[in-house]
């Protein structure tokens, strides 16, 4: 694969600004006088995940949190200032959670090989395998067990979206933004929306709110 040098990508910037403002004079200028993003997008830190390619979105579209294989972790204050800040500030309408097949953070927590803090980031991914090793061993093939698991990691991180203060608030204030659970396939560039049901999460927080 054939890398941009700096100065390309300089340039490169200089072509799509020109083009931007051939389309409209004042995009740039809206786009500064502030941001109202509807989503809230949680994912991946991997390099091939062009977000707004894949989505087909524009610049202040998504407001966005990325770390190795889309944790939502639950003792990470950047995520969950970036939470606070969507869901109070910004009242985004939808969260996404993706994650996507070929996940080098999902290889290493399946694999074992993982080392330092890698090792230490990626142990939920692992616990989620131990509790479903069964289901995942049965598959036939790596490549099956390893997008399973990639899948059940997106399930349990939406899950963990209904644990936090800020969440189950805004939930009693019917306030709260939709939750949705994606996985990408990089190899054919395509969306999977894994339908997570969170009925019965939400109502487990409003629960735990009351108390």
Not at 108 to 133: F, S, T
């Amino acid at each position: 694969m054939k890398y941009n040098s700096i100065e390309e990508i300089i340039k490169n910037n200089r072509a799509w600004v020109a083009q931007k403002q051939a389309q409209d004079r004042t995009y740039f200028e809206e786009m500064a006088s502030g941001q109202k993003p509807p989503y809230l997008y949680i994912g991946c830190s991997d390099s091939r995940l062009a977000l707004t390619k894949f989505t087909g979105t524009e610049p202040g579209e998504l407001f966005v949190h990325r770390n190795i294989a889309n944790q939502v972790s639950l003792t990470d204050m950047n995520f969950l200032a970036i939470l606070n800040y969507a869901i109070i500030h910004l009242e985004v309408k939808h969260i996404i959670v993706a994650g996507h097949y070929g996940c080098g953070g999902i290889k290493a927590a399946l694999e074992g090989r993982a080392i330092g803090i890698i090792d230490n980031w990626v142990n939920p991914i692992r616990e989620i395998y131990l509790q479903k090793q069964e289901e995942i061993d049965a598959l036939p093939t790596k490549e099956e067990r390893l997008n399973r698991l990639a899948e059940l990691n997106v399930i349990l991180q939406v899950k963990n979206i209904y644990q936090t203060s800020i969440m189950r608030q805004s939930l009693q204030q019917q306030k709260a933004p939709e939750v949705h659970g994606w996985v990408v396939d990089i190899s054919t560039g395509l969306i999977k929306d894994l339908e997570v049901s969170t009925k019965q999460w939400q109502l487990r927080s409003l629960v735990a709110a009351a108390f």
